[in-house]
C-alpha cells in the first residue's frame, strides 16, 4: 500500500542531501573534536562550519549558537538556565498557556521552587494579546517566554511586538521557534530575541540535535555540566554527524525558504478549503493567514479525532488528533481548549501537516478519502445520531 505522510509538524524525513553529508562523518572523519590531532581538528572544523550555517538562518553570530540534544533540551535550558541565572534580579517568569510540553512541564518544575509562573490565555485563533504582556509583567519579571508559531494550530504569534516589549522593560525573551525555522523567515536582531530553542528533525535533519541562540551577554547558567565543549557551556562530546547533518538541513532551507512557503501555502490553504467544503460541521482551529504554511487543523463534529485517525490509517495516511488518547489521556489538547473549543468539539480534532515533499495528488488522495470516511463515523456516532433526530 502506498504511504502518504500528513505529520511533518511531528517529525520530517531526512532529506538525501542531508544524509550525504553526514555519512562521512559516521565513516572514516569519527574524531573527537577535543582532540589535538588532525582527526580531532577536522571534526572540530566540521563542528564550527556547521555553527556558521545554523547561524546563518537566523541572523546570529556563530558564536551565539550552542548546540544541544534537541528542541526540548533547548527550551529547558533557555528557561531553567536564565531562572537560576537571574533569580537575584526576580522569580518572575512569563509564559503562554499553549506552549509546548517541554516549556509547559519546565515552568512547572520551576513554580515548585518558587518561581512564579503568569501563563498568558490567548483569543480563539490562538494569539496572545500584548496589553495584557503588558500587564502582566512586574518588577521581578526576568523572562518571557512565547513560541513563535504552535505546533497543534499553526498559529504564528506577534514576536516582532513581543520582543519590543520585553527590550523596553529589559526582560530577557525566549522563543520557542522549533515549528517556526525552516517554514518563517526568522531574524533574532530585528525580533529581539534573546534566546531561542531550534531543532534538526523538524527541518529535514536527523533527530537528536537542535541548538540553543543565546545573545550575547545574556547571563544564563549551565544545564548540563562535564567538559568544556560549547565554549563551556554545554557538556558533552559533540554529536558531529548529527551537527554536520542539522547544518546541511539549515542551509537547504534557507536556500529554499521563499519557495517552500509560498508553494506549501497554496497547497495548505487547498486543502484546508477542501476540506471545509466537503464535510459540514467542521471548523478550521488556529488563525486563517497568520499561520505556518504548512498546518492544517480541523475539528470535526460528532467524531472522535482518534477513529478518523485509524481509518486513515488502515489506507495509508498519517496524521495526527487534538485528542491525547494515544498518550494515555482522555483529555483533549491544552491548545485546543485554550482557543476556547469544548472538550466534545476538541476530541473531533485532526491534524493534516504539510512538508516540502508533500504533492498536490496525495491532498487530492485526502480530500478524495476523507468525506467518506466522516459520513461512516457519524453514521456510528450516538451523537450524531440524536442530533439527525432519528
Ligand atoms: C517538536 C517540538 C519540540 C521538541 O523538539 P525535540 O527536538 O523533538 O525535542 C519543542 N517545541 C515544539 C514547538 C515542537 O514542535
Redesign the pocket.
Known amino acids: 500500500m502506498q504511504r502518504r505522510y500528513f505529520d511533518y509538524?511531528?517529525?520530517t524525513p531526512i532529506d538525501k542531501e542531508v544524509l550525504k553529508t553526514m555519512i562521512p562523518h559516521l565513516e572514516e572523519d569519527f574524531g573527537n573534536p577535543s582532540s589535538v590531532y588532525s582527526f580531532g581538528r577536522d571534526a572540530r572544523k566540521s563542528v564550527d562550519d556547521a555553527r556558521d550555517s545554523v547561524a546563518k538562518i537566523i541572523g546570529a553570530q556563530n558564536k551565539e549558537i550552542f548546540f544541544t540534544?534537541?528542541?526540548?533540551?533547548s527550551?529547558n535550558w533557555a528557561i531553567k538556565g536564565v531562572a537560576y541565572a537571574n533569580k537575584d534580579k526576580g522569580n518572575h517568569i512569563i509564559t503562554t498557556v499553549i506552549e509546548?510540553h517541554?516549556?509547559l512541564h519546565t515552568c512547572k518544575y520551576l513554580s515548585k521552587q518558587g518561581f512564579e509562573i503568569t501563563y498568558l490565555p490567548v483569543d480563539e485563533y490562538g494569539l496572545i494579546d500584548l496589553d495584557e504582556l503588558k500587564n502582566a509583567i512586574k518588577d521581578t519579571t526576568i523572562l518571557i517566554s512565547v513560541?513563535f508559531?504552535?505546533?497543534e494550530i499553526g498559529t504564528i504569534q506577534p514576536i516582532e511586538e513581543i520582543g519590543k516589549i520585553a527590550k523596553e522593560h529589559k526582560i530577557y525573551f525566549h522563543t520557542?521557534a522549533?515549528?517556526a525555522l525552516g517554514s518563517v523567515k526568522i531574524d533574532v536582531n530585528a525580533l529581539n530575541i534573546d534566546l531561542m530553542?531550534i531543532?534538526?528533525?523538524?527541518i529535514y535533519g536527523p533527530?537528536?540535535v537542535?541548538a540553543l541562540y543565546i545573545r550575547k551577554g545574556v547571563k544564563i547558567d549551565n544545564l548540563i555540566h562535564g567538559g568544556s565543549q560549547e565554549r563551556k557551556k554545554r557538556a558533552g562530546t559533540e554529536n558531529v554527524p548529527a551537527i554536520v547533518g542539522f547544518a546541511k538541513a539549515c542551509d537547504l532551507a534557507f536556500d529554499n525558504l521563499d519557495n517552500y512557503i509560498e508553494g506549501s501555502t497554496k497547497l495548505r490553504d487547498y486543502m484546508i478549503k477542501g476540506i471545509l467544503e466537503s464535510i459540514d460541521e467542521v471548523r478550521l482551529n488556529g488563525h486563517p493567514t497568520k499561520r505556518l504554511p504548512g498546518n492544517v487543523n480541523v475539528s470535526i463534529r460528532y467524531i472522535e479525532g482518534e477513529s478518523i485517525l485509524l481509518s486513515l490509517d488502515l489506507i495509508g495516511i498519517a496524521a495526527s488528533s487534538g485528542s491525547a488518547c494515544t498518550s494515555g489521556s482522555l483529555d483533549p489538547s491544552h491548545v485546543l481548549l485554550a482557543i476556547g473549543l469544548t472538550h466534545e468539539i476538541a476530541h473531533g480534532s485532526l491534524r493534516l501537516t504539510i512538508g516540502k515533499y508533500t504533492t498536490k495528488e496525495e491532498i487530492d488522495f485526502v480530500l478524495d478519502k476523507l468525506p467518506g470516511i466522516i459520513q461512516r463515523l457519524r453514521d456510528m456516532s450516538p451523537l450524531y445520531e440524536i442530533k439527525e433526530g432519528k
Open positions: 509538524a511531528a517529525t540534544s534537541g528542541g526540548t533540551e527550551d509546548h517541554a516549556v513560541m508559531a504552535n505546533n520557542d522549533v515549528q530553542s531543532s534538526s528533525h523538524k533527530k537528536g537542535g
